[in-house]
């Protein structure tokens, strides 16, 4: 994916509300324009301008001429590459993984001093 400009990172299941995989991340971290397809209370999580959003174009020729225009515009591209894919960066995984495990720690604490 490294050595893409876009990434087609499309759900399994677009229609399940809220369903979102590692798809976009995926394609995201590795530098590219993701062009996703999903449940549209996916984007609601995740910033539909830093990539191409399926849903929003009426039909798959209207999607790839815009992609087209991305493709061979580089000013273009930059101003959707260079946005962030996180809307709240308080949701992004390290920030996640660190509530959980103090939440983990803080419940499981007082359990294993209580058995010394």
């Given at each position: 994916m490294k050595d893409c400009k876009f990434?087609?990172?499309?759900?399994n299941t677009p229609q399940m509300e809220g369903?979102?995989?590692e798809k976009p991340f995926q394609a995201y971290t590795a530098g590219a324009v993701p062009i996703?397809?999903?449940?549209?209370?996916?984007?609601?999580?995740i910033n539909k301008e830093a990539l191409v959003y399926s849903g929003d174009f009426k039909s798959n020729q209207e999607m790839i001429e815009y992609?087209?225009?991305?493709?061979?515009?580089d000013e273009e591209y930059c101003k959707v590459w260079n946005r962030p894919l996180?809307?709240?960066e308080q949701?992004?995984?390290d920030v996640v993984k660190s509530h959980?495990?103090?939440k983990?720690?803080?419940?499981?604490t007082p359990l294993s001093e209580n058995l010394r």
């Open positions: 990434v087609i990172a499309y759900e369903y979102i995989t996703y397809n999903g449940h549209a209370k996916s984007i609601e999580d992609i087209k225009f991305l493709d061979s515009n996180l809307i709240d949701r992004s995984y959980l495990k103090k983990i720690m803080d419940k499981f």
